[in-house]
C-alpha cells in the first residue's frame, strides 16, 4: 500500500514540468512506474502468501481471525489492492499494457477490492462483538484506529 501511494505521489508531483521541464517529468514518470512495478510484486507475493495459509492451514488462520489485535490487519488488504489498481491506470501503459487492457484490470481489482472491503468491514467488526473476550483493562490500543 505504501510503495503504491508513493509511485503515484511520485507521478503526481507538482511543478516539474513547469520548474524542470517535459523531459524531468517524463523521468518522474519512470521512477514512478518503477516504484509502482515493485509495489505490485511486493502486493501480489504477499498476496499469495495470504491465500497459501489460508488454503494450507484454515484453522491458523481462523485462529488469527479470532485474536483482537490481528484479525484487525485484514484491512490492509483491501487497501492496497486499491492503490495497486489505481496505479495501473496510471502506469499500465508502461508495462506493455494498452489502455483498455489497463481500463479493464483495474475495473476487475475494484470489485476484487468492494468484496475484499464487504469482507474487511464486517468480519473484523463481527468477531470482535462475538467472539472477542472485551474487557476494558484487555482492549488494545489498535481498536482506537
Known amino acids: 500500500m505504501?510503495?503504491?501511494?508513493?509511485?503515484?505521489?511520485?507521478?503526481?508531483?507538482?511543478?516539474?514540468?513547469?520548474?524542470?521541464?517535459?523531459?524531468?517529468?517524463?523521468?518522474?514518470?519512470?521512477?514512478?512506474?518503477?516504484?509502482?512495478?515493485?509495489?505490485?510484486?511486493?502486493?501480489?507475493?504477499?498476496?499469495?502468501?495470504?491465500?497459501?495459509?489460508?488454503?494450507?492451514q484454515p484453522r491458523a488462520f481462523l485462529a488469527t481471525m479470532h485474536k483482537p489485535g490481528e484479525s484487525l490487519f485484514f484491512g490492509c488488504v483491501p487497501m492496497g489492492v486499491a492503490v495497486i489498481a489505481m496505479g495501473l491506470v496510471t502506469f499500465g501503459q508502461n508495462v506493455g499494457l494498452t489502455g483498455k487492457q489497463a481500463h479493464d484490470g483495474a475495473l476487475v481489482m475494484f470489485w476484487i477490492d468492494v468484496v475484499l472491503c464487504a469482507i474487511s468491514m464486517t468480519v473484523p467488526p463481527w468477531l470482535m462483538i462475538t467472539k472477542h473476550d472485551n474487557?476494558?483493562?484487555?482492549?488494545?490500543?489498535l481498536w482506537l484506529l
Open 2 to 56: 505504501g510503495w503504491g501511494g508513493v509511485a503515484l505521489a511520485i507521478n503526481g508531483y507538482p511543478g516539474v514540468k513547469q520548474d524542470y521541464g517535459t523531459k524531468a517529468q517524463d523521468r518522474m514518470h519512470d521512477i514512478a512506474t518503477v516504484v509502482w512495478v515493485w509495489a505490485f510484486v511486493y502486493c501480489a507475493a504477499f498476496s499469495l502468501l495470504l491465500l497459501y495459509r489460508i488454503v494450507s
Open 135 to 141: 474487557k476494558i483493562h484487555s482492549m488494545p490500543s
